[in-house]
């Protein structure tokens, strides 16, 4: 069985602040992850994944995330925060042989002048 | 290219009725997955469909709710009889086949908002 647990559902930034957003997985098989984004009222955006390849995966709009199997968790970083980092983000994890998805609760992240 | 296409964005149903939810997966993919987004809760997979094979539907409700993804055309996600609590998001999400190297990345739709009055 697999799971996902995202700690904190809400987070509040300062823009040009650092973004951590903590995603632990739990599988009993080498695990796919992810990142999503949703912006209000849209659909999800993929931002990046983890494939078994490089531990350190770098995606769009700035953001990277890294593997780490021995503390089994996937977390997203941003430098410095934009306005336009105001979302919700959603970890994911996949380990079966077509991917079906287990989302985390998401984390609302919210930025401040 | 244009990306993964549902419609109608947004669906206003009375308990008892009908919803059928559609969705065009991106040009190329042959995979298309439904999740669902209630409020309060995250997403969840609901099902799993290949060109006229359902593969995975372990996510699905029991009764009332049926998938499919015909040889041509959309794919469509059917609610019979909606009560309240089908009230939600539906997102479609569509990926590459099993040969392609990207093949785990699943593209969402912009989702239907399904509203049971």
């Known amino acids: 069985a697999q799971s996902v647990t995202q700690l904190g559902s809400h987070v509040s930034v300062s823009e040009g602040a650092l973004v951590l957003l903590r995603c632990n997985y739990s599988?009993?098989?080498?695990?796919?992850l992810f990142w999503y984004v949703q912006y209000p009222n849209q659909g999800l955006q993929l931002l990046l994944k983890y494939t078994s390849a490089a531990t350190l995966v770098k995606g769009i709009n700035g953001f990277e995330a890294e593997f780490k199997k021995s503390e089994t968790s996937f977390h997203l970083t941003k430098p410095s925060a934009h306005m336009s980092d105001a979302a919700e983000y959603f970890c994911?994890?996949?380990?079966?042989?077509?991917?079906?998805?287990?989302f985390g609760a998401g984390t609302q992240v919210v930025v401040t002048p | 290219n244009a990306g993964v296409m549902q419609n109608p964005r947004h669906l206003v149903r009375r308990r008892g009725q009908e919803a059928r939810l559609r969705c065009s997966p991106m040009k190329g993919h042959s995979h298309v997955y439904w999740y669902r987004q209630l409020p309060e809760e995250g997403l969840k997979f609901m099902v799993y469909?290949?060109?006229?094979?359902?593969?995975?539907e372990s996510g699905m409700p029991k009764e009332r709710f049926s998938a499919e993804f015909p040889k041509e055309g959309p794919s469509i996600l059917r609610i019979q009889q909606v009560v309240r609590g089908d009230s939600a998001a539906y997102f479609c999400?569509?990926?590459?086949?099993?040969?392609?190297?990207?093949?785990?990345?699943?593209?969402f739709g912009p989702g239907t908002r399904l509203t049971v009055t």
């Open positions: 599988s009993s098989v080498p695990p796919y």
């Open positions: 469909l290949q060109k006229e094979n359902i593969i995975d």
């Open positions: 994911a994890v996949s380990t079966n042989s077509w991917g079906k998805l287990q």
């Open positions: 999400a569509s990926s590459l086949t099993w040969t392609s190297g990207r093949r785990y990345e699943q593209y």
